[in-house]
Each structure stands twice: as C-alpha cells, then as structure tokens.
C-alpha cells in the first residue's frame, strides 16, 4: 500500500490545508545560514527574555512525574479564580491557548462554516478553522489595524458561528476598542478574545463573560510568565460553556510541571510584572530609536513586540543580514505585512545589540 492509497482513506480536509507559518529554530537557521557570530539575539518568538520566576525552576525536581495531573486541574483553577477575579467553574486550563483555539473550533464549526479571519492577525485561527472544514473569510484591518464593522456586518450570516479578536492583535499590537466588542457581541455569535498580551496591555474584558454567555477569554503564561516551553494557557467562560470544554478536552491536557509552575508564577505576580514593567519600559526605549531612522516606521503598541515598516530597504536581504549577525526577527508572507517585520523586545543588552546591527545596513 502506497501513500496514493494512503491518502484515499484521509480526512479530506488534510489534502490541502494551510500549515502555521511557525519560527524556525535557533539550530535551523545556524545550519541554513552557516551563522558565524558568538552572539544569538533571539527577537522572533514573543518570549520572554528573562525567563519564568526562580522557584519555578528549583521546584521542578521535586514535582512528580510518575503520576498523572488531577483531570479537574482544581489546584491550578482556584489559583486563577484569585488571579482573575472570576470563579473557579469559569476557568478551563488548557496545554497553551493553542489548544483551546482548536477545541473552540471543533465544538463550534462544522464542514461548510464560514470563519471570518480579520486579517492580519494570529495565523492559527485560520489554519484552525480550515482544518474544521470552515470556508476562510479574509476581513481586511485598516490602515491602523483597526476592525471595519461594516464589512464584518456585510460578510457575517448564519454559516458564521464564531469570532476571533485578539487583543492586543498579533502581529500588529494594537488593542482593540470598546466598541468592537459591544459590536461583535451584539452578533449574537460565540466571541473569543484572545487576550495573550494582557499583562502587557492592562486591559482586559474578562469581567464581562458572566454577563454575556456568548464571551470566551483565552489567556497564556508563555509571554508575561516565561512559561513557553511548558504550554499552559486558559480559557475564561460562562459555566455552562467551561463544564463543556472540560469534558471535551483531553482529559490530562496540563503536565504536573506546567500546572505547578502556572501556580508558583501566580504566586508570585508581584515580581513577575516588575519585569513587566522593564520590558515596557525596553520597548518604549526600542520604539523611540527605531522611529528617528527614516527608513522605518513603528506601529504603536500595547504588547511586547513592536511591528515596524521598512521603505528603500530589501526586507529579505536584510533580515539574512541580521541573521549572519545572529539576529533573529520575524517576517510575515501576508500581502497586509509586505515590507513588515516583527521584533519581540529583549532584555537591554540584547535590544541594543539588534539595534546596532540594523543601523550598519540601513544608513
């Protein structure tokens, strides 16, 4: 039997789906650039510079790894009933919000569902929603990134089941406005907003998913808690929709590791968002310099990456550059992005490195 013969039996969804347009790895682009500085700055990932809290790491060892987690994840869910101001029946703990995104999808869309993707934003909405059969609808921001409600209100109908937002949007950063959510709820569609940058933004709209049963919140520790590697996310919702997606999920979905470090990073938020404030504090500074060269322009934002515009520049050309320095940024292959790229903000050291190297090429 051949993979002709193979691919007969599959999911037809799979023969020609969009795959997630994911970072390669440090190690990959070494090897395919044939790298040669000492020096990796890694900027094209979001992540968090400094890394999760200290006790994070010495409580490791002692966590069990020979059993499995608690499928209620109580522990975990009572602290974020603390941390969110919400009950512990609203909260889903989740293998990062990655996670949720595809179990939303497969509660909620069926084959011939159309999804509106309000482009540019997150890629694996799409990719998500593809997979589950949906047709993609392309909504294009403006020229700040900002949500067109006529648009959406022209292309939304009843094969529209659920809408994502997030906020701040990635790749762009900006945040969205009261008003897209009073008017995307009014829709009268399931809206998820995607809150992975909230601890750097401040703003959040959790407290309205008890007054509004069709409002989900997803929430990471990858970025403010420095928790990537361990994938540990959440979802905020009404009960009725939290009990579903609980008994939906994979039922041990959260290592013993990632749970206990969610917890101990709850533990201690205080010294968690004083390096909050420092990698604000960095992208401000980043922003500022960034915006005296005459050859790029930096979008505003409220997350911990900056989206900036390059003109007379060869985008591609540069970004190798940057590589053979050991510069790593993120560039994006949508037509919305052309001549964008994306930087996550380091810690001081590493923002004035990448800094200096970007000037050598563009001056």
């Not at 037809?12 to 997630?20: G, V």
């Not at 020229?143 to 529209?160: A, P």
Request: with cysteine.
């Amino acid at each position: 039997m051949d993979y002709k013969d193979i691919k007969k039996l599959m999911n037809p969804q799979f023969e020609s789906f969009s795959t997630y347009d994911s970072m390669p790895s440090n190690e990959s682009l070494i090897k395919k650039y044939s790298i040669n500085s000492e020096k990796i700055v890694k900027l094209n990932g979001n992540e968090n510079p400094f890394g999760p809290h200290p006790k994070v790491i010495e409580n490791i060892s002692s966590i069990p790894i020979h059993t499995y987690p608690d499928d209620e994840y109580i522990n975990s869910r009572k602290a974020l009933a603390e941390y969110t101001k919400l009950e512990m029946d609203n909260i889903v703990v989740s293998c990062g919000s990655d996670e949720l995104i595809d179990l939303l999808f497969r509660i909620f869309v069926t084959p011939g569902d159309e999804v509106l993707d309000f482009t540019p934003t997150f890629g694996m909405y799409a990719v998500r929603a593809e997979l589950a059969g949906a047709k993609i609808i392309p909504i294009a921001r403006d020229s700040n990134f900002q949500l067109d409600h006529y648009k959406i209100k022209e292309k939304i109908n009843d094969k529209t089941k659920i809408l994502f937002l997030a906020s701040p949007n990635n790749p762009t950063g900006n945040e969205c406005t009261d008003e897209d959510v009073e008017f995307l709820l009014s829709l009268n569609k399931i809206l998820v907003i995607d809150e992975a940058y909230f601890e750097f933004s401040k703003k959040s709209y959790s407290e309205l998913v008890k007054q509004h049963k069709n409002l989900i919140i997803l929430r990471s520790m990858s970025k403010w808690a420095g928790l990537a590697g361990l994938r540990v996310g959440y979802g905020l919702m009404s009960t009725d929709l939290a009990s579903l997606s609980m008994s939906v999920k994979n039922p041990y979905n959260v290592s013993n590791i990632a749970e206990q470090s969610l917890i101990i990073s709850l533990e201690q938020k205080s010294y968690l968002m004083d390096r909050i404030s420092d990698i604000i504090a960095e992208r401000e500074s980043l922003r500022k310099k960034l915006s005296l060269l005459s050859d790029i322009y930096v979008y505003p934002s409220s997350a911990n990456f900056l989206l900036c515009k390059v003109s007379n520049v060869n985008l591609e050309d540069l970004n190798i550059k940057l590589i053979k320095d050991g510069v790593f940024i993120r560039l994006f292959p949508s037509k919305s992005l052309e001549n964008c790229f994306r930087v996550s903000i380091g810690t001081k050291e590493e923002n004035e490195y990448f800094y200096k190297v970007l000037v050598n090429y563009i001056q």
